[in-house]
């Protein structure tokens, strides 16, 4: 008898960790609004339809700097799946040192200023960078990571936002 109730036990706590891991976890975006380096401004309603994968990053991040050909390449090559990169400077960053680093390495995607920190804090404040976010078209949350581009995770998941 105690035997089938262990063994009972052991598929319960199975199952539930089952619907746990398949369990959906994204979350809304947060309503923010993105000030870009060009002077234009983007918003969460902008951004509906489109995937996007949002990059906090710094001036002094290596890996950041090293990524940003990396996301590049993504941003162009996936423009025909309705997805974006946006890079997001930390409100650390003096927009000067900022502006200079876009003009020298040219990320070829927009990139936005948080000056006030607005964006960092909607986000539940950034304390690593670089830390991303993917965004479903239908504006929530899918993911998020920190450290290097996980390129092949981006991809596979942006491939699954078709139809």
């Given at each position: 008898?105690?035997?089938?109730i262990?063994?009972?036990?052991?598929?319960l706590?199975t199952?539930?960790?089952?619907?746990w891991l398949?369990?959906?976890t994204?979350r809304?975006?947060?309503?923010?609004t993105f000030n870009l380096?060009?002077?234009?401004?983007?918003?969460?309603?902008?951004l509906?339809?489109?995937s996007v994968l949002?990059n906090f990053w710094?001036?002094?991040c290596?890996?950041?700097?090293?990524d940003?050909p990396?996301?590049?390449q993504?941003h162009e090559?996936?423009t025909?799946?309705?997805?974006m990169?946006?890079?997001?400077a930390i409100?650390?960053?003096?927009?000067?040192a900022v502006?200079?680093?876009?003009e020298?390495l040219?990320p070829?995607y927009?990139?936005a200023?948080?000056?006030?920190?607005?964006v960092?804090?909607?986000f539940?404040g950034?304390?690593?960078?670089?830390?991303s976010y993917?965004i479903?078209?239908g504006g929530?949350?899918?993911?998020?990571?920190?450290?290097p581009?996980?390129e092949t995770r981006?991809?596979?998941t942006?491939?699954?936002?078709?139809?």
């Amino acid at each position: 008898m105690n035997a089938r109730i262990l063994a009972n036990l052991a598929l319960l706590l199975t199952l539930l960790g089952g619907v746990w891991l398949v369990w959906p976890t994204s979350r809304p975006m947060p309503e923010v609004t993105f000030n870009l380096l060009d002077g234009r401004t983007l918003s969460g309603a902008d951004l509906r339809g489109k995937s996007v994968l949002l990059n906090f990053w710094s001036v002094n991040c290596a890996v950041c700097l090293r990524d940003m050909p990396r996301l590049k390449q993504l941003h162009e090559s996936l423009t025909g799946q309705n997805f974006m990169v946006i890079g997001v400077a930390i409100p650390q960053d003096p927009p000067p040192a900022v502006i200079d680093t876009v003009e020298r390495l040219d990320p070829g995607y927009p990139i936005a200023l948080d000056v006030h920190g607005e964006v960092s804090r909607a986000f539940g404040g950034i304390k690593v960078t670089p830390t991303s976010y993917l965004i479903t078209p239908g504006g929530d949350i899918s993911f998020a990571a920190h450290g290097p581009l996980d390129e092949t995770r981006v991809r596979a998941t942006v491939l699954t936002y078709r139809g």
